[in-house]
Nanobody, 116 residues
Framework: QVQLVESGGGLVQAGGSLRLSCAAS?????????MGWYRQAPGKQRELVAL???????NYADSVKGRFTISRDSAQNTMYLRMNSLKPEDEAVYYC?????????WGQGTQVTVSS
């Protein structure tokens, strides 16, 4: 059974940085077709933040390009999201997602709060 557990969220001042982690179990993250980070702010729909395909290709929402970096670590079987130059509008619950032949699996989410 595939499980995803996010961590690394917290309170940060605008302009600061955080690194989110998504630890996977039940499958190697390098075998998953696509993994990604999504976020949902209060009253808004969940939106894509960044994706990384099995081959390593990455894709970012325009709002985070140049500030966020998605990556993977095989030894830790973990996906990361490095977030720099955080803005108040980045505040949301961040979710990791694994998309594979069996559909989507989601983590429980981690809160990111950005103070201005």
């Amino acid at each position: 059974q595939v499980q995803l557990v996010e961590s690394g969220g917290g309170l940060v001042q605008a302009g600061g940085s955080l690194r989110l982690s998504c630890a996977a179990s039940g499958i190697s993250i390098f075998h998953i077709n696509v993994m990604g980070w999504y976020r949902q702010a209060p009253g808004k729909q969940r939106e894509l933040v960044a994706l990384i395909a099995r081959g390593g290709t990455t894709n970012y929402a325009d709002s985070v390009k140049g500030r966020f970096t998605i990556s993977r670590d095989s030894a830790q079987n973990t996906m990361y999201l490095r977030m720099n130059s955080l803005k108040p509008e980045d505040e949301a619950v961040y979710y990791c997602c694994a998309r594979h032949v069996w559909g989507d699996r989601w983590g429980q989410g981690t809160q990111v709060t950005v103070s201005s």
